[in-house]
């Protein structure tokens, strides 16, 4: 077909501009170049891509000579790689994956909260893990980091009492604090790849993503995301685009 590279990028294109009006609330006539600059606070996606959406929507109107309601008229027809790289951001814009997409298997290392601390500092030692979910029978009651775990230690240190009695004997629900627990964030299962990037991007002192069923402190993790995960993140995102919807 003469333009079927056309009509791919058409498609790709008005999909994406129905998406932007979804998320900005637009009327139907907005421009998109305009749309794009305002969602651009709005959508971690439309910001990494605003460039590139800029200019689509310039080719868009460089490739179609008139539209009608049942028709559009082509006059030029776009190199394969454009129309690669729209469907890559109409995917990612409309259909982003979901972070337990991204993450499919992680060991999350917890404890019990009625533990001493030097069950967790065992489980610290053993996992590397840096942070622990404490579950009471069943249930999420919070997180142990292990920075707060040694700063509290330090803090009795200087205070001259009995460390190995504060491990031994202190129950790993005595420690946990909502100060702590400010510096994870809940999110549900169905939580994108993007909602998580905006939550690091909105908290900088942000530890961790704790993906439950539905967000909600007492249900059981399913998965913990850090910073460290970003690269298996990225690396899953780049081919995205070859999979399925």
């Not at 996606?45 to 689509?56: F, K, W």
């Not at 549900?188 to 993007?194: G, I, N, S």
Request: include cysteine; proline fraction near 3%; glycine fraction near 4%.
């Amino acid at each position: 077909m003469e333009y079927a590279n056309a009509e791919k990028f058409l498609k790709s294109y008005n999909r994406i501009e129905s998406q932007l009006k979804i998320l900005y609330g637009g009327r139907a006539t907005q421009n998109f170049t305009d749309l794009v600059k305002r969602c651009t606070d709005l959508n971690m996606t439309v910001r990494r891509y605003e460039n590139e959406l800029i200019d689509y929507g310039k080719l868009r109107n460089a490739i179609v000579h008139h539209a009608t309601d049942s028709d559009e008229v082509f006059i030029a027809n776009p190199c394969d790689n454009v129309v690669e790289n729209i469907a890559f951001i109409e995917k990612q814009l409309c259909h982003p994956p979901r972070i337990v997409e991204a993450i499919k298997v992680k060991k999350i290392a917890s404890v019990f909260a009625d533990k001493p601390l030097i069950a967790a500092v065992k489980e610290f030692a053993e996992t590397w893990q840096k942070s622990l979910v404490v579950y009471d029978h069943g249930k999420m009651v919070g997180v142990l980091n292990s920075y707060g775990l040694y700063a509290e230690i330090a803090a009795r240190a200087e205070k001259g009492e009995d460390l190995n009695d504060f491990l031994m004997k202190t129950p790993c629900r005595d420690v946990l604090g909502a100060e702590m627990m400010a510096r994870y964030k809940l999110v549900a299962e169905d939580a994108t790849v993007f909602d998580v990037f905006k939550a690091f991007e909105e908290q900088k002192n942000l530890l961790a993503v704790i993906v439950t069923e539905h967000g909600e402190m007492g249900e059981r993790a399913e998965t913990i995301v850090t910073p460290a995960d970003f690269p298996r993140i990225n690396r899953y995102l780049e081919v995205y685009n070859v999979k399925p919807f």
